[in-house]
């Protein structure tokens, strides 16, 4: 099956390890970083969101005028606007990009965050509500004419849009999450479930249990699988272990001084890092106490330096060793790999130019390999 490769399209150069040396929104960099991904091999950047970040749509559809071939991943919290409202905004800038747009949905696992932006529901609640609306989203998408909802956290009535994805029937349908509400949710709706980087056991775990939630939905297909990692790269095993200490290095320095680790300065700060109430940096956590490296490159420090924030754990070595450490999670199922460094620019360039070439080259050898032991089984049988 063919391999993806998701990288970050961030609005500034800001990182765990570094502050950000201007604005929340630097235009130039914006594009840069971009660029650099479509250049390198990279098929679709993710546009990220925080309650105060700069918004993506806006941030996505500038990099989507400029490139041609760069795929979107939008991130989208429901709280922050009506469905109706939603559909139309990503069917435009599916129109923009030719159709090159998926869209990510974030239930929200801090109720501190969430509730920056006057979100008070339970997270229950809030897995419910994303159910409907990504269900409202993709009936304004596939439909034309006028209709009624009656939900429980949405109602209007007589609407159609005006305004369509370029992609038919619709764009792509993202959705993340490591707790039985979130397998059930997304096993339901995404076409697309995006997990953590966690040893290749527990992500063997987790992609059951989203099939098992896609099957108990009544679907005949299932999302496909995206894992997320940080990889820290070098020549040799020696130089990328030292450079996995000194990030971690870098991180705890920034941690001890009340910096926030993320692009927002008005991130929620160390002492709520350390007690996450989402259930995939809880498993973070865990797994990092549980033990510091794991299979052939998983290294968790970095993982537990930040407090299991968002996509933390490392994939540590050589560009080979990490290249195979992303095989071993291709044969696990997964075939959308996310990937991003601490240097954002420099490292999204190295692992386009050395990682991705070798997992391109092997999946392709797989696939070849597999398509000609297809052919001769026929044959064989026939005989």
């Known amino acids: 099956m063919p391999v993806e490769f998701l990288g970050i399209a961030a609005t500034n150069d800001g990182s765990e390890t570094t502050p950000r040396s201007g604005a929340a929104f630097d235009k130039e960099f914006t594009l840069r970083i971009a660029r650099a991904h479509e250049e390198h091999g990279w098929d679709r950047v993710l546009f990220a969101y925080g309650s105060g970040s700069p918004d993506p749509a806006p941030a996505a559809a500038y990099i989507a005028s400029r490139l041609e071939r760069l795929q979107i991943l939008l991130a989208h919290r429901p709280n922050v606007s009506y469905p109706t409202f939603a559909a139309k ?217 930040t407090g299991g924030a968002g996509n933390s754990n490392a994939l540590v070595g050589t560009p080979e060793t990490v290249a195979q450490a992303l095989l071993d999670y291709y044969d696990l199922g997964v075939d959308i790999l996310s990937a991003r460094g601490y240097d954002l620019l420099d490292d999204a360039i190295d692992f386009g130019r050395y990682v991705i070439p070798i997992v391109r080259d092997e999946v392709a050898r797989r696939d070849a390999a597999r398509a000609a032991r297809s052919a001769r089984t026929p044959a064989a049988a026939t005989a």
């Open 89 to 305: 905004t990503f069917a435009t800038l599916d129109q923009i990009s030719d159709g090159r747009l998926t869209v990510h949905f974030i239930t929200g696992g801090n109720d501190r965050e969430q509730g920056r932006e006057g979100d008070t529901l339970t997270k229950d609640e809030r897995y419910a509500r994303t159910r409907e609306y990504i269900r409202i989203v993709k009936k304004i998408w596939t439909t034309h004419e006028r209709f009624d909802h009656e939900g429980e956290y949405y109602r209007f009535q007589d609407f159609v849009s005006d305004v369509f994805p370029s992609q038919q029937p619709r764009p792509g349908v993202s959705f993340g999450g490591s707790s039985p509400a979130a397998y059930a949710a997304g096993g339901a709706e995404a076409d697309i479930y995006c997990l953590w980087g966690e040893p290749l056991e527990k992500t063997a775990e987790q992609i059951e249990a989203v099939k098992t939630a896609a099957r108990a939905a009544g679907r005949t297909d299932v999302p496909r699988i995206q894992v997320a990692f940080r990889p820290i790269i070098a020549p040799t095993e020696d130089l990328a272990w030292e450079k996995a200490h000194r990030t971690v290095g870098a991180i705890k320095a920034r941690t001890e001084k009340g910096e926030p680790l993320t692009n927002d300065h008005r991130g929620t700060g160390r002492t709520q890092a350390r007690s996450p109430q989402n259930v995939g940096s809880q498993r973070l956590l865990a797994i990092a106490e549980a033990g510091e490296r794991y299979d052939r490159a998983l290294w968790t420090p970095t993982a537990a330096a």
